[in-house]
């Protein structure tokens, strides 16, 4: 077994997984096939030791300015900060930067300076590369015989995949994401009916066919905590609910109708996570709609997981 931290620095939260990974006796750093195409996966364990979530908000801003803002850097750079002891704990260190950090003109020297200053391997992925991992991550222990769509609801982009028994048939990363349009179009508190429908009509999925769903990251997570009335948070739980798509709607006609103050304690819903779960919620049920599908699974085995099992992958 490896022991292996892995970051994710996302636009919306910096994340830490530290897992025990079954996998190579040598560790041997952060590995990708050599394009994205079908492959199969084998199951291997992952015994989660810690796992983390900070709301640092990366990604505010960058969509308007294209640059990382220095108040969101530090933001981070705190979260980081406090995540140091664990990240030293072990054998395999590596650091994964999504869509702010791609998308910004300044991403670049952000990520050097992220590797530098915490002793990671720091990648800044690309959409393909997110896509991928997070599918990796969200099947590690499935043996779907039919094609399963993942979804993964970020701040700045939604990656959707596509796959059967562990080989990924189709794969996008779109640019639509939580903080995103957020920004875009909920300008009102709480957001207008009109705010709303241009924010559904903003979102544009691309389709493959598939059967069933899994949603993986913040926002499908706090949905099903939402519907289960969850405090405090209770991962046990979240893991495997199903989602309908009519309690998807009425999760998001609740939120949207609430001012910001009283969406912060709403059960289940962490309070740094308010500002954004609207748009969380419309994109996920745009996803559902345009793959004709009634119903989501949610899990936490996501892009960490992905990560922590490519960390300890021979090339």
Known sequence: MTRVAVVDIGTNSTRLLVAEVEGDDS??????????APRAVLPRAVRELDRRTAVTRLGEGVDRSGRLGEAAQE???????????????????????????RDAANGSEFATRVAREYGLSARTLT??????LTYRG???????????????????STELVVGTRGVVSFHVSTQNGVVRHTERHLHHDPPTAQELEELAADVRIPTAPAKAAVAVAGTATSCAAIDLVLEPYDSGRVEGYVLSLERLCAIRDRLAALPLEELKRVPG??????????????????????YDLDRVEVSERDILWGVALASTTSA
Do not use: K
């Open 138 to 156: 969200a099947t590690a222990l499935r043996d779907d015989h039919e094609p399963l769509l993942v979804i993964d609801v970020g701040g700045g």
């Open 75 to 101: 933001r981070v750079l705190e979260a980081l900060d406090s995540y140091r002891d664990a990240i030293a704990s072990a054998d395999v260190r590596t650091g994964v930067l999504t869509s702010a950090v």
């Open 27 to 36: 560790p041997c750093g952060l590995t990708f096939p050599r394009a994205i």
């Open 127 to 132: 959409g393909d590369e997110e896509a991928q």
């Open 269 to 290: 819903l962490h309070p740094d996570r308010a500002s954004v779960m609207v748009a969380g919620v419309v994109i996920l049920i745009r996803v559902l709609e345009a």
